[in-house]
């Protein structure tokens, strides 16, 4: 029997019944000894004082050639020396005993044999012992292919089961429009939520027709992607001619966003099912800020007052643009690559795709104009789909390795920090720098931009400590001349660097 242990190692098991003494020794020692590294377990019915012990008196010849061919071969004996492994009528003291089953084994395996012995098993009745030999083995298990034979359709077998339902009920449609908020600017359809509920009886046989044809077909429709862009002044800005003191807010089809929560609620229980977002992304369902703070804060307790305390510090990160910036297709194989059913790719793709807006300032309106680019603001789908492309940002923080310093990032969808704990502060530093050059080479290689004269970072300074706050900074273009903060708002709480 060949037993694979891993790619470049395979154990030769053999088993010898020398019934009659028939056994060709010259022949059987070329196949033991040729594969390199095997056990030989056997029945020989031959005697020989090195397994015997010194109470063997008469040695067959066979005997003297398989003991001297095994020693040459370098075979490790494993029988205890002089052990009774048959008797005649089961009694094994006397006359009528003798050691005749033999475990050998090449020299490489003998280091990982954890235990030779001959256990009493209720119910053996047989004039041999049996034998035990235990391995200390870490197997490597070959992947294997398994038909969920109960997920099949009895009246379709071909087809493939999806691992998320495209069907839906009317319930749905009904319990998602009587939960929609009020007061909301409608889209360019002029069509509110207030509207849809005084005439939900009259649309839900349509909606819900209409919502499950999407699914069906992974199609979102041409209408729902218009929408209007309205400029809004950002409060306390001194210059309003400028382009950044105006924030742009879409308004989308009140239909539309129905839509896309249906979609939404679905893609959320695939991603939470498989497990298909990092835990430390706290925008995740079922997560919040307070889970993120509570991560953070742990971390910061737990280094002050391990047996040797360690020293904390912070970094947020600020992504410009975060949802414009996303490419579409790098996003697109990010999702492919994660699994999703081929439905679910292709009512995304949909919903990305061909989409128009037209932009609305105080007296004037501009003509429609195509939006290719990122995923839309203000959408109940972009939010999941950004985490899905932010996976790396998490993933080249976590993948970081440094000896001195350990890295905990998190993050709630695009606001992402670092925290770096370590002997000293220079040292958090110096590996929040080297862990942002990393999320930076995949920024550069999908078009994202970050703005680190944005960055905040604040030394977490434990009870007691004796020095004064440190002013050390991780050495990264934008943060020049910037000195630590003593407080940062993180996820809208105020945190200060005693965590008072």
Known sequence: MLLRISDDQTIAIRNVYNQRKHVHIPGLLQKVTGTGEGFLVSDFNLHHPVWGGNEVTTIEPEAIELANGLDQAGMELLTTRGFRTYARGKCYAGEYSST???????????????????PDVPG??????????????ELNQVPCTYYIWKRADPDDPERVPSVVSQDMEMSEVKRLIAGAPTGKAAGPDLLTYEGMKMAQEELLPYLHHLFAACLKLGHHPAAFKQACTVMLRKAGKDDYEQPKSWRPVALLPCMGKLLEKIFTYRLKQLAVEHNLLPDVQFGTPGKCTTKALQYLLNNVYSAWTGKFRRLATIMGLDITGAYDRVERVKLMKILQDTGLPEWMLSFIWSFLTDRSTDMRLPGFTSPSFWVNMGIPQGSPLSPILFLFFSLPIVGAATEYTNPRVKIYPFAYVDDTYLLAVSNSYGDNCKALKECHDRIMEWADSVGVSFSPHKYHVMHFSPPKHSTNPS??????????????????????????????
């Open 124 to 137: 053996f009745d047989s004039d041999h012992r049996v034998i035990m030999t235990t391995l200390n083995l």
């Open 100 to 118: 005749i089953d033999l475990t050998y084994a090449s020299p490489s395996l003998v280091p990982f044999v954890r235990e030779w012995q001959s």
């Open 471 to 500: 002013k050390l900074m991780p050495n990264i273009p934008g943060l020049e001349g910037k000195e630590p903060e003593r407080s940062m708002k993180i996820l809208g709480v105020e945190v200060d660097y005693k965590l008072n």
